[in-house]
């Protein structure tokens, strides 16, 4: 049995594992499993590893996409350059880091956008998705700025989030995980009233379905996204990357 899984802290919002369990089955493939760690320190990666010899892969998620680097064998150099992993690939003891968020962000926000052009963007939030929507918005030449609570080096802060910035930044781009169940009632504190029917409001989390950043967007006729295309797009990414 092929062992692969899902490292991260807390896990219980995750589908990741419902995911690649339902694809085996869909699939007919009955070699392969699939389960989640609970890793709360990334210092306990080499003791994790130790205790389960026969992984072949794994995903990774907040709050290591970052803090995991010094721990692998080899980055891949599109990851290398993002500054963030969410793929492991193990072969013979030795690991591989991959970043297959930004491939699955930028297929999915391609969908979403369809025929839009000529749109600048505000990526919320400064982690390792947030550096994944970076390098897909660099490969589709959208323009954005980073919008952090604690800004530096030309970033905006929320207050900073006037009527001109707003009218003039159509898509906006959640990657903090605000809002990630169970604590749904939460969102990123961007002035929702100066949003129209021109803007597009896309959020990396997924569960819920429908987070209130995304309602407060709707109800100004916003269109909005939320992240489970990606998380579908990146997980067949990693697939092809452990089997290849």
């Known amino acids: 049995m092929r062992r692969f899984g899902l490292i991260g802290y807390p896990l219980g919002h995750s589908f990741s594992g419902k995911y690649f369990t339902a694809k085996f089955l ?52 599109v990851a290398a350059k993002i500054g963030a992993i969410n793929t492991v690939k193990i072969t013979n003891g030795k690991c591989t880091g991959f970043n297959t968020d930004y491939i699955g962000f ?3 926000l391609q969908n979403f956008l369809q025929e839009l052009t000529a749109v600048k963007a505000l990526i919320l939030g400064t982690g390792g998705a947030s550096k994944a929507v970076q390098a897909a ?29 707003m009218e003039t930044h159509q898509l906006i781009i959640n990657t903090t995980p605000l809002g990630t169940f169970p604590n749904t009632e939460t969102c990123p504190e961007i002035p929702y009233q100066n949003l129209t029917a021109k803007h597009y409001l896309y959020d990396l989390v997924y569960n819920p379905e429908e987070t209130l950043f995304m309602k407060n967007a709707m109800e100004k006729g916003a269109k909005t996204k939320n992240g489970y295309e990606m998380l579908v797009l990146q997980a067949e990414a990693a697939w092809q990357i452990w089997n290849s």
């Not at 306990?44 to 064998?73: E, S, Y």
């Not at 700025?145 to 006037?162: C, D, W």
């Open 26 to 77: 869909c699939e007919g493939i009955t070699d392969a499993g699939y389960e989640l760690f609970e890793l709360p320190d990334i210092a306990d990666f080499p003791a994790f590893l130790r205790q389960n010899p026969g992984l072949k892969g794994l995903n990774v998620t907040i709050p290591h996409k970052q803090t995991i680097l010094p721990f692998l064998n080899e980055i891949d150099p």
């Open 106 to 108: 930028r297929d999915s």
């Open 137 to 165: 918005l660099q490969e589709l030449h959208i323009p954005f700025k980073i919008v952090s609570r604690n800004p530096e080096n030309g970033q905006l802060s929320y207050a900073e989030l006037g009527p001109e910035i």
